[in-house]
Protein backbone atom coordinates (compact mmCIF):
# COMPACT_ATOMS: atom_id res chain seq x y z
CA UNK A 1 0.00 0.00 0.00
CA UNK A 2 1.43 3.29 -0.95
CA UNK A 3 2.54 5.39 2.12
CA UNK A 4 0.36 8.42 0.93
CA UNK A 5 -2.75 6.07 1.51
CA UNK A 6 -1.94 5.23 4.29
CA UNK A 7 -1.78 9.22 5.73
CA UNK A 8 -4.63 8.77 8.34
CA UNK A 9 -3.17 6.16 9.76
CA UNK A 10 0.31 7.72 10.41
CA UNK A 11 -0.97 10.88 11.57
CA UNK A 12 -3.47 8.99 14.45
CA UNK A 13 -2.28 9.34 18.21
CA UNK A 14 -3.33 5.89 19.81
CA UNK A 15 -3.86 5.14 23.35
CA UNK A 16 -3.62 1.48 24.50
CA UNK A 17 -5.41 1.33 27.67
CA UNK A 18 -3.97 -1.33 30.75
CA UNK A 19 -4.65 -4.94 30.05
CA UNK A 20 -5.69 -4.34 26.58
CA UNK A 21 -3.03 -6.63 25.05
CA UNK A 22 -3.83 -9.31 27.30
CA UNK A 23 -7.71 -9.32 26.83
CA UNK A 24 -6.74 -9.21 22.56
CA UNK A 25 -4.63 -12.54 23.62
CA UNK A 26 -8.16 -14.05 25.17
CA UNK A 27 -10.49 -12.84 22.63
CA UNK A 28 -8.48 -14.88 19.89
CA UNK A 29 -7.87 -17.62 21.91
CA UNK A 30 -11.38 -18.83 21.82
CA UNK A 31 -11.47 -17.96 17.81
CA UNK A 32 -11.99 -20.93 15.89
CA UNK A 33 -9.51 -21.58 13.31
CA UNK A 34 -6.69 -19.49 15.01
CA UNK A 35 -3.40 -21.69 15.59
CA UNK A 36 -1.16 -18.87 17.36
CA UNK A 37 -1.47 -15.29 18.24
CA UNK A 38 1.67 -12.50 19.25
CA UNK A 39 0.30 -9.51 20.36
CA UNK A 40 2.60 -6.39 21.22
CA UNK A 41 2.63 -2.93 21.73
CA UNK A 42 5.37 -0.29 20.61
CA UNK A 43 6.52 2.61 22.47
CA UNK A 44 4.20 4.87 20.30
CA UNK A 45 0.96 2.45 22.03
CA UNK A 46 0.54 1.28 18.20
CA UNK A 47 -0.65 -2.31 18.83
CA UNK A 48 0.79 -5.39 16.50
CA UNK A 49 -1.15 -8.91 16.43
CA UNK A 50 0.28 -11.36 14.32
CA UNK A 51 -2.23 -14.12 13.88
CA UNK A 52 -1.46 -18.10 11.84
CA UNK A 53 -4.21 -19.93 10.99
CA UNK A 54 -4.23 -23.43 11.32
CA UNK A 55 -5.41 -23.28 7.94
CA UNK A 56 -5.06 -20.46 6.03
CA UNK A 57 -8.35 -19.10 3.82
CA UNK A 58 -9.26 -15.29 3.30
CA UNK A 59 -12.54 -15.45 4.62
CA UNK A 60 -11.67 -16.87 7.48
CA UNK A 61 -9.00 -14.27 7.90
CA UNK A 62 -11.30 -11.62 6.92
CA UNK A 63 -14.05 -13.18 9.79
CA UNK A 64 -11.34 -13.26 12.55
CA UNK A 65 -10.16 -9.16 11.77
CA UNK A 66 -14.12 -8.33 11.86
CA UNK A 67 -14.83 -10.22 15.45
CA UNK A 68 -11.53 -8.87 16.47
CA UNK A 69 -12.37 -4.86 15.20
CA UNK A 70 -16.30 -5.11 16.57
CA UNK A 71 -14.52 -6.10 20.04
CA UNK A 72 -12.35 -3.32 19.86
CA UNK A 73 -14.20 -0.87 18.42
CA UNK A 74 -15.64 2.60 20.07
CA UNK A 75 -18.46 4.31 19.23
CA UNK A 76 -17.54 7.45 16.81
CA UNK A 77 -15.28 5.86 14.30
CA UNK A 78 -13.54 2.97 12.60
CA UNK A 79 -11.71 2.96 9.64
CA UNK A 80 -9.46 0.15 7.95
CA UNK A 81 -7.56 -0.84 5.28
CA UNK A 82 -7.01 -4.31 3.94
CA UNK A 83 -4.15 -5.36 1.77
CA UNK A 84 -4.16 -9.32 0.39
CA UNK A 85 -0.62 -10.72 0.04
CA UNK A 86 0.06 -14.45 -1.11
CA UNK A 87 -1.25 -16.17 1.87
CA UNK A 88 -1.23 -13.60 4.10
CA UNK A 89 -3.93 -10.56 4.75
CA UNK A 90 -2.60 -7.28 6.30
CA UNK A 91 -5.24 -4.86 8.23
CA UNK A 92 -4.67 -1.24 9.18
CA UNK A 93 -7.06 -0.73 11.99
CA UNK A 94 -8.03 2.46 13.94
CA UNK A 95 -11.35 3.12 16.27
CA UNK A 96 -11.75 5.88 18.60
CA UNK A 97 -13.98 8.12 20.40
CA UNK A 98 -15.41 12.01 19.48
CA UNK A 99 -12.50 14.31 19.99
CA UNK A 100 -10.26 11.56 21.33
CA UNK A 101 -7.62 9.24 20.34
CA UNK A 102 -8.56 5.91 20.05
CA UNK A 103 -6.56 2.63 19.27
CA UNK A 104 -4.43 1.75 15.79
CA UNK A 105 -3.72 -1.84 15.42
CA UNK A 106 -2.01 -3.39 12.77
CA UNK A 107 -3.21 -7.07 12.25
CA UNK A 108 -1.24 -9.94 10.21
CA UNK A 109 -3.33 -12.94 9.39
CA UNK A 110 -1.42 -15.82 7.90
Do not use: W
Not at 36 to 64: H, M, P, T, W
Not at 87 to 107: A, N, P
Amino acid sequence: METADLKIFEEFRPHAEPGMLEDIRLFLGIEEGVSECRIEADDGQKIYVNILLEKFSYLLAKNIFLHLSKFMRHSYFNIYACEEIEERVHYHFITGLSGKDGVKMEVIIG
